[in-house]
C-alpha cells in the first residue's frame, strides 16, 4: 500500500513561486504514472499536471501550462510541482496522486493512491 505526503504549500504572492513535493512510502512509484490535482474552496477537485513513470511525457491543464512544471525523481519516490507566476485563482488544496500503470491520466477516478494535500494561498 502506497502512502503519499504532499510538502511545500504555503502563503505566497501574486506573481510569487513555490514548489511542492509528494513523497512516496510503503512501496515504490518508479513504475506508477502520478498527477497533481487541486481543489479550491466551493469547487471541485481539478486535474492540474500529470508525468509518465519515466518522465517522458507530461500534461496540463491549460490554465497552468508554461507557469507550472511536473517532474519527478523515482530513484527518491519524490514528485515535484514548480508553480510560478502564480495567480489567486491557483489557491487550493493540491493534493498528489498515483496510478498503478506508467501511464498519465487527467482523470481523478484513474487513480488509486491520494495524498492529504497541502494548502496553497496566493494573495493579490
Known amino acids: 500500500q502506497v502512502s503519499l505526503a504532499e510538502s511545500g504549500g504555503g502563503l505566497v504572492q501574486a506573481g510569487g513561486s513555490l514548489r511542492l513535493s509528494c513523497a512516496a512510502s510503503g512501496g515504490t512509484i518508479s513504475n506508477y504514472a502520478m498527477g497533481w490535482f487541486r481543489r479550491a474552496p466551493g469547487k471541485e477537485r481539478e486535474f492540474v499536471a500529470a508525468?509518465?513513470?519515466?518522465?517522458?511525457?507530461?500534461k496540463y491543464t491549460d490554465s497552468v501550462k508554461g507557469r507550472f512544471t511536473i517532474s519527478r525523481d523515482n530513484a527518491k519516490n519524490l514528485v515535484y510541482l514548480q508553480m510560478t507566476s502564480l495567480k489567486p485563482e491557483d489557491a487550493a488544496v493540491y493534493h498528489c496522486a498515483a496510478r498503478r500503470v506508467p501511464w498519465s491520466s487527467a482523470t481523478e477516478s484513474d487513480y488509486d493512491y491520494w495524498g492529504q494535500g497541502t494548502q496553497v494561498t496566493v494573495s493579490s
Open positions: 508525468i509518465t513513470w519515466s518522465s517522458g511525457r507530461t
